[in-house]
């Protein structure tokens, strides 16, 4: 059993940047792929970016491909998303989400992958 916990979120201008937080409880998590998606008002929860467990492989949505970066620290149970050069499109609800692999350079992209999820963090991006 997992338990995500997400914090960072806020309100920033266009342009400006953010760094989400993810705290997990649990057991071997370094074992836990981690994923980040978000879910804007009256739109389908999409992919963000995700992180295998040994932090070396990573995948970011391709239209957040160099403004987005995602990390962990395995000591500390934490995974992070840095959000830079943000933009109103960017504004939504970020869930941090988690699932068990035995392969540590595994990273999914897909929502139904990931059994273990945040209550979300929300983010407001001003023009």
Avoid at 14 to 38: D, E, K, N
Avoid at 80 to 85: A, E, I, K
Wanted: proline fraction near 2%.
């Amino acid at each position: 059993q997992v338990q995500l916990v997400e914090s960072g979120g806020g309100l920033v201008q266009a342009g400006g940047s953010l760094r989400l937080a993810c705290a997990a409880s649990g057991r071997f998590f370094s074992s836990h792929v981690l994923g980040w998606f978000r879910q804007a008002p009256g739109k389908e929860r999409e992919f963000v970016a995700g992180i295998s467990g040994s932090g070396t492989r990573t995948a970011i949505e391709d239209s957040m491909k160099g403004r987005f970066t995602v990390s962990r620290d395995n000591a500390k149970n934490m995974v992070y998303l840095q959000m830079n050069t943000l933009t109103p499109e960017d504004t939504a609800v970020y869930y941090c989400a988690a699932r068990y692999s035995y392969n540590s350079y595994a990273v999914f992209i897909r929502r139904i992958d990931y059994g273990y999820w945040g209550q979300g963090t929300q983010v407001t991006v001003s023009s």
